[in-house]
């Protein structure tokens, strides 16, 4: 019997594909994380591999690299990359990565089927919704939300960019004593002379969560100040990449080609550590992570403060339908593609249920994404529909685009609007504005807290 496994986060995926195959003759161990889909392949040496990209544990990019990299040990393994991921870079990147096939979800068993099939028997050695974490005793009963840089894709400062600002991303969280950042664009290097000033002289610590790392979430990481200040620590959290390690990224950046400090001669404390969990603690405060679509390996953030969740996902194309299309232009979409598309969006919302502020992607007018499909952002149209199927208290459109004046923010702000009030929506809705502040106070406790996981 020929043997091969299924390595994906999605229940409904595995299931599918495990029926299917089994039905064929196959047999199929599954895993729903890298690591453990890593460990699988080791024990069972399997002909054939499924894997999906974006996983716990350890993404689809570096299970392909793992797999390839012990060749003489497991042969000549068939990998077939299953992923919602349409975007070039991300085809490409899988197959330097060492993948033989590329499939786009929705996929048929059968398209696997029909590939399995032309792979040769080999004899082989041996035949999610839990309750929220709650910030732990100690913590402060408020949360402050203040915005340093709101702007996407690249800096835009200026006459017509004065009250929303024209910095990159960089979100600063405080709960008690924690200090939450939020992406490092080039708006961080303000918040590090406020947190200099603050601080008189004594040490900044603080944790700095990226999505990813395209130059509008971390070019301003070297100019934030407290990494050159002695004494200080910053630990930065993120995912693994599609091509390298976070900390090989963010060293190249810092290389002496590019800016005079490197990144192992900062006078402060700089700890990179790659997630591999998608709950984790970041100081105090429970942060909850997901995976969106965007090219590359991008996270959207959920913190669980004393006065409600804030949902952090500013890079992400919310999935409409029959508006999106697929990017090869022969594709066309279908029945399959609006459920899967459904069910997509439908995570996002279970992700952002009932949180008290949404910070999201809403790059685009519906007229701008159609000239825009596949690049990875959203329009303002989806963005409200995401949120209000989340029934989120608390709406901020972010990533505005480098070509949207304040002028142009205030239409959209006003659309937006509009668009809550045609629903008979309550949601609240305004455009994230760079020195913008929220206040969130604790609610009553109606519900019993879950355990925090372990500090990061």
């Not at 990226?210 to 070297?222: A, E, F, K, Y």
């Not at 930065?236 to 390690?245: F, I």
Request: with cysteine; net charge negative.
């Amino acid at each position: 019997m020929k043997t091969l496994v299924v390595i994906d986060d999605e229940p409904v995926i595995r299931e599918m594909l495990v029926r299917h195959l089994e039905a064929q003759g196959w047999q199929v161990f599954e895993a729903d994380n890298g690591h453990e889909g890593l460990a699988l392949v080791g024990k069972h040496r399997p002909v054939a591999v499924l894997c999906d990209l974006l996983m716990p544990g350890t993404n689809g990019f570096n299970v392909c690299r793992a797999i390839r990299s012990r060749r003489d040990e497991l042969g000549d393994v068939t990998i077939i990359v299953t992923t919602g991921s349409s975007f070039t870079a991300d085809r490409q990147n899988a197959f330097d990565a060492g993948a033989n096939h590329y499939l786009v979800k929705p996929v048929s068993p059968q398209e696997i089927a029909d590939i399995l099939a032309t792979i040769p028997p080999r004899t082989c050695d041996n035949d999610p919704a839990s309750a929220p974490p709650r910030a732990p005793n100690g913590a402060s009963d408020s949360a402050l939300v203040r915005f340093w840089g709101v702007r996407g894709s690249i800096a835009t400062p200026g006459p017509d960019t004065v009250r929303y600002g024209g910095n990159t991303s960089c979100v600063e969280v405080r709960v008690g004593g924690d200090i939450v950042i939020l992406d490092a664009g080039t708006g961080i290097r303000l918040l590090g002379e406020r947190l200099r000033r603050e601080a008189a002289g004594q040490p900044v610590k603080a944790h700095l969560l990226l999505t990813h790392t395209h130059w509008d979430h971390i070019q301003g990481l070297p100019f934030f100040g407290p990494i050159h200040d002695s004494g200080s620590s910053v630990t930065v959290l993120g995912y693994e990449g599609a091509r390298q390690s976070l900390l090989k990224t963010l060293s190249a950046q810092m290389d002496s080609t590019f800016f005079p400090v490197g990144l192992d001669q900062l006078a402060g404390g700089l700890t990179v550590r790659e997630l591999h969990e998608l709950e984790f603690r970041a100081g105090r405060v429970p942060v909850q992570a997901i995976f969106t679509n965007h090219p590359g390996v991008t996270l959207g953030y959920r913190l669980h403060t004393p006065g409600g969740s804030v949902v952090f996902m500013p890079d992400t194309e919310v999935l409409p339908f029959p508006r999106f299309r697929p990017i090869a232009a022969s594709a066309k979409p279908t029945e399959d593609t609006e459920d899967f598309n459904s069910y997509k969006n439908q995570l996002l919302a279970e992700f952002a249920q009932g949180a008290e502020l949404f910070i999201c992607d809403a790059q685009y007018t519906a007229e701008e994404y159609e000239r825009r499909v596949g690049w990875g952002h959203s329009c303002i149209d989806d963005t409200v529909q995401l949120a209000l199927q989340a029934k989120v208290r608390h709406l901020l459109l972010f990533h505005h685009d480098p070509t949207h004046d304040d002028n142009t923010i205030d239409r959209l702000v006003e659309y937006a609007r509009q668009l809550v009030a045609r629903q008979g929506g309550q949601m609240q809705v305004d455009a994230a504005a760079e020195g913008m502040e929220i206040v969130l106070t604790r609610k009553p406790k109606t519900n019993p807290p879950a355990a925090c996981p372990p500090p990061v």
